[in-house]
Structure formats: structure tokens, C-alpha cells
């Protein structure tokens, strides 16, 4: 039963990613209204809501944008930078939002920035600790106890993020339409990407959620 749950979500995260990426390629041939590239829809959404202190630079690589609470920069992936279409604005105003939750100490941010140590540690570690725990699972289970551990915090992580991610484009979606980047027709549109792209955290979850349980039903019959 457990693989055929594994299988399912293996082949339900291909779907959403195939579905991801098809959508950002049909929406990155529709161009914004008045042509804002993504680094002018960084800058704006900044002005807009008195942030300061916040870069904004191009980095290699698609769909890896991200936001760096650390050095409060806005990581673009080059098409998202330079482009001037509704998937490249819907993506660097989500970034922002991510921007604007930190600069108003939005609360699921700061508790996912708290736990990133941990997480870090854990992710370095925990399929080691797993696998010898699993081994050695009549003889030492405590190993096996402290790998569950390890992955309850990569499972934390991944909850805690739905929140953040999904308010962050609550954010962009609800700025897009009152700055006027977006129309009637192409806020759907761009509904539509980040609705896609917050799926994917979803069933990252869920999978993990699962894997979790599995590791302890292992524990539960050692």
C-alpha cells in the first residue's frame, strides 16, 4: 500500500511540474500591459509599499527564483529579469511579496527562517542516520528514532512553507491588479502560474508527510 501512495505522488509531482512549466511558457508569450520587465516590477512593488534596502539581481537557471531574507536580495532567474510578460511579472511580484513579508516580520516567515538550521543540519544528515537506523533497527532503534527526528524537521519545514508561499502571492496577485500591471483578462492568467507553481509545494508536503509516516510505522513493527 505504501508504494503504491509513493508512486501516486511521484507521478502526481510530474504532473504538476510538466503542468507548471507549460503554463510559465504560454504566459511568457503574453506581455504585460506596459511592459514592466521583472526587475521593474521588483523595483515598483518596492517603491510602492516604502521598502528600501532590498537588491534585485539575475541569476541562471529557470523557475529558481528565490528570495534571500539574509542579505534581503531578490534572486530572478534571467527570463524572469529581462522578460516583460505576465509570467515574468506574476513571478517577480511573488518574490517581492516574499520582500514585503519580511519587512512587516510576517510570522510563518520568521518561524521558517528559525528552522532552517535545523533544517540544514538535518537534510545533511537524516538518509544516513535512516539508513543505519533501519539496519540496525532490532539492535539499536534509537538510531532509527533520532532519523525520524531528523525528518519530522524537513517535514515541519515543508507545512510551514505553505503559508509563506502562498500569502506571498496572495501579496503579488492583489498589487499586480491595483498597479494596474495586470488586466482584467491577464490577472487570471497570472492566478493561473502561481496557482500552479503553489501546487507544487503542496504535494511536497503531503509527500513528505507520507514518508514520514511510513518511517514510523517502521519503528512502531521493529
Do not use: C
Request: charged content about 15%.
Amino acid at each position: 500500500m505504501i508504494w503504491i501512495i509513493f508512486i501516486g505522488f511521484t507521478i502526481l509531482s510530474w504532473v504538476i511540474s510538466s503542468g507548471l512549466k507549460k503554463r510559465f511558457k504560454r504566459y511568457s508569450k503574453i506581455p504585460t500591459a506596459n511592459g514592466m520587465t521583472g526587475r521593474d516590477v521588483v523595483e515598483k512593488m518596492l517603491r510602492d509599499n516604502q521598502i528600501t534596502g532590498v537588491k534585485v539581481g539575475a541569476i541562471s537557471g529557470q523557475l529558481t527564483d528565490h528570495y534571500n531574507p539574509v542579505n534581503k536580495t531578490i534572486n530572478l532567474s534571467r527570463d524572469v529579469y529581462y522578460g516583460n510578460s505576465i509570467a515574468a511579472a506574476a513571478v517577480a511580484a511573488h518574490e517581492t511579496g516574499h520582500a514585503l513579508q519580511h519587512a512587516k516580520s510576517y510570522a510563518p516567515l520568521k518561524i521558517r527562517s528559525a528552522i532552517v538550521p535545523a533544517v540544514s543540519f538535518a537534510s545533511k544528515w537524516m538518509q544516513w542516520v535512516l539508513l543505519g537506523g533501519i539496519l540496525l533497527m532490532n539492535s539499536f532503534p534509537q538510531l532509527l528514532f533520532f532519523g525520524i527526528l531528523l525528518f519530522a524537521t524537513t517535514t515541519l519545514f515543508s507545512f510551514v512553507t505553505l503559508p509563506v508561499e502562498i500569502n506571498a502571492s496572495h501579496r503579488a496577485l492583489g498589487w499586480l491588479r491595483e498597479s494596474g500591471i495586470t488586466t482584467l483578462e491577464t490577472q487570471d492568467q497570472a492566478f493561473d502560474a502561481l496557482k500552479w507553481a503553489a501546487y507544487t509545494y503542496v504535494v511536497a508536503a503531503l509527500s513528505s508527510l507520507a514518508t514520514l509516516l511510513y518511517y514510523i510505522m517502521l519503528f512502531n513493527r521493529r
